[in-house]
Every structure is written in C-alpha cells, then in structure tokens.
C-alpha cells in the first residue's frame, strides 16, 4: 500500500508539471507569439501538449467562433486527476463518493467562471452604455450579439417583456447573474459535502 501512495504521489506532481507546461502553451499560443519568439521550445512545448489537447479539440461544442473551450476542459480533467492521486497518495484510499465531489467541484468551477465572465462582460456593456464613444460602437455590436440570449431571457423571465431602457435590462441581467452564481454555488457547496459523506 505505501508503494502505491509514492507512486500516487509521484504521479500527481507529473500531473502538476504537466499542467503547468499546458499553462505555457496556452499563453504562448495567444496572438500567436510563442512561435514568433520562442521558436524551438514552444515547437518542443506543442509537441508535448497538443496530444492531450487535441483529444478535447475533437469533442463536437469545444469550439465556438473564435473560442476554444477545449484548454480549459483539458486542465479540469487533469485538475481531477491530479486530485484522486494526491488524496489517494495523502490518504491511502479514495471513495467514490470524494471522486464525485471533485467532479462535482471542477464542472462547479466551470460553470461558475462563465457565470462570472457574463457577469463581467453584462458591466462592460453597461459601461459602454454611459461612456459611448464613436470607437465604441463595434465593441457595443459585438457584446450584443454574444449576450443577446442572455438579455432576452432575462427580458422575458423578470420583465415580461415590457419595453425597458437597456441600462436597465443589464442592470437587471447583472444581479440576475450575480443571484444565480450565489445560488449555484451554494448548491454545489452542498452537493459535495454530501457525496464526500457517502460510505462507499
């Protein structure tokens, strides 16, 4: 049993450096400057990722438009991983029941950031709202068209759909968001607990 949790163990800092060199590409890949500069360790670094990440680029939904969803799913597995070794190599045993609260805790952690990243990008637009200016409005159009599903929800859930100035419908969406991060999180607090309790 101890030659399991040095092996967990080691496993779990593999895990950590890997991670970590994830973190590097994915910086290095904005604007496209790790080829540019770095030339022969981001090509090594790319080597050494893009295996891994191109099993989530192939999962239908990871890419949307310009974004790509796979990284930041990629890391949460690994994160998940990363966690069953080190409690296993701490602890000498795991549970299914802690294995479904650090699921339960990294799919949280997703939604919560989005949630979080609507909220943000809802106070961008309001700030836009009072501050125009003639370069604001592409930014203003572009807001618009990923928040408008968001908006009109909330349009239609809180304010029947009367006609409402929109600094008042994303003054509304903010603290609807704000609420339902409260909310998720608290559940999510919850739900863990209660699959860490669980004797099997």
């Given amino acids: 049993m101890q030659a399991l949790q040095i092996?967990?163990?080691?496993i779990s800092t593999l895990l950590s450096l890997y991670s970590f060199v994830i973190v590097i590409r994915i910086f290095l890949s904005w604007g496209g400057i790790g080829?540019?500069?770095?030339?022969?360790?981001?090509?090594?670094i790319t080597?050494?990722?893009?295996?891994?990440?191109?099993?989530f680029r192939s999962v239908p939904g990871m890419q949307r438009g310009m974004l790509d969803f796979s990284p930041i799913i990629a890391m949460i597995f690994l994160g998940i991983m990363n966690n069953v070794f080190s409690i296993f190599a701490d602890q000498g045993k795991i549970t299914?029941?802690?294995?479904?609260?650090?699921?339960?805790?990294?799919?949280?952690?997703?939604?919560?950031f989005f949630i979080i990243l609507f909220i943000i990008l809802f106070a961008v637009r309001l700030l836009l709202e009072y501050?125009?200016?003639?370069?604001?409005?592409?930014?203003i159009?572009?807001?618009?068209?990923l928040l408008?599903?968001?908006?009109?929800r909330?349009?239609?859930?809180?304010?029947?759909?009367?006609?409402?100035p929109i600094r008042t419908l994303l003054t509304y969406s903010i603290i609807t968001f704000i609420v339902i991060n409260l909310i998720f999180k608290a559940a999510i607090g919850w739900l863990s607990a209660f699959f860490i309790q669980l004797p099997f």
């Fill in 148 to 152: 408008s599903g968001m908006t009109e």
């Fill in 131 to 139: 501050r125009k200016a003639p370069n604001s409005i592409q930014y």
């Fill in 47 to 55: 080597r050494i990722t893009d295996p891994y990440l191109n099993v």
């Fill in 7 to 10: 092996a967990s163990g080691f």
């Fill in 154 to 164: 909330v349009h239609r859930l809180l304010l029947r759909g009367r006609e409402v």
């Fill in 96 to 112: 299914f029941g802690i294995v479904l609260a650090l699921i339960t805790q990294a799919v949280g952690s997703v939604i919560s």
């Fill in 35 to 44: 080829a540019a500069r770095f030339g022969k360790f981001y090509d090594f």
């Fill in 141 to 145: 159009a572009i807001l618009d068209t």
